[in-house]
């Protein structure tokens, strides 16, 4: 079974251009190559294995692992003979490229990536929006995987740090630039609790400390960054169960 969608490109799109994304279910034996790409393109195995060829060697892919092939390398890829791969695909230019530069050949496929991008080529889907955020989920998944900056645990210092201003999941998602449903499924994955709950959290726990050394709680809403006093003072009664002004010089 072979099918591909080809995506329409949007004017002004330059950090991902997407091209085209693909499904096939090789047969043993299956190859394609020799060939020189102009663009990135990368494959994703679903089930069985096969095997790559590029300037680097010769690299076996299996289930749960993704290859990368680069513009203007030589690259030739083939079934296994007993248990043939099953794959998926996506191709794309754009200055995001830069960070599969330094990435290895072959890689382990992050959680749910191949799924996701399995759902829009089975749905159809042609639209580059959709693609455009598939390519910035899996390169922020990868850089959480190969960078020694933990994106994650800089969003979890940066409310501990900022939950006085006036925080959002929108905001913060922009500022290090992650797409906002992502950044709300590692988040929680990581931590245990939604971005939203972490900075009620951090910002009820500072409350409580205000509150206990004799702040107003006018005065104590606006600290943690509530514009609205009622509305600082029911987020409080729901996370402690009682009311501010009950714990205030307790």
């Known amino acids: ?4 969608c080809t995506v329409y490109k949007s004017e002004g799109q330059t950090d991902v251009v997407p091209l085209f994304a693909g499904e096939e279910d ?21 089930s069985g294995k096969g095997v790559l060829f590029d300037k680097s060697g010769e690299h076996t892919v299996k289930a749960g692992e993704f290859f990368i092939i680069r513009p203007g390398e030589v690259t030739r890829y083939v079934a296994d003979g007993d248990d043939p791969w099953h794959y998926v695909w996506f191709a794309f230019r754009g200055g995001i490229t830069a ?4 990435l290895s050949s072959v890689l382990k496929t992050p959680e749910g990536i191949a799924e996701r991008l399995y759902a829009l080529i089975d749905a159809g889907v042609e ?8 390519a ?35 905001s913060i998602a922009a500022d290090f630039g992650f797409e906002r449903s992502y950044l709300y499924r590692i988040f929680k994955k990581r931590y245990g609790i939604g971005l939203k709950e972490h900075i009620t959290a951090v910002r009820m726990q500072h409350a409580k400390v205000f509150l206990s050394q004799g702040m107003r709680v006018s005065e104590t809403a606006r ?28």
Not at 152 to 170: G, Q, W
Request: net charge positive; aromatic share 18%; proline share 5%.
């Open 1 to 4: 079974m072979f099918r591909q």
């Open 26 to 46: 090789c047969k043993p034996h299956h190859c394609f190559g020799p060939y020189i790409r102009e663009h990135y393109l990368l494959h994703f195995c679903l």
């Open 99 to 102: 960070r599969f530069d330094p």
């Open 127 to 134: 639209s580059p929006d959709l693609y455009c955020a598939f």
């Open 136 to 170: 910035y989920e899996l390169a922020h998944a990868l850089s959480l995987d190969h960078s020694d900056t933990d994106a994650l645990s800089r969003v979890h210092r940066f409310v501990r740090y900022h939950y006085m201003e006036a925080l959002s999941v929108e």
């Open 223 to 250: 600290i943690v960054g509530y514009a609205d006093e009622f509305n600082f003072s029911r987020a409080y009664k729901k996370f402690y169960k009682t009311s501010p002004k009950a714990d205030k010089c307790k």
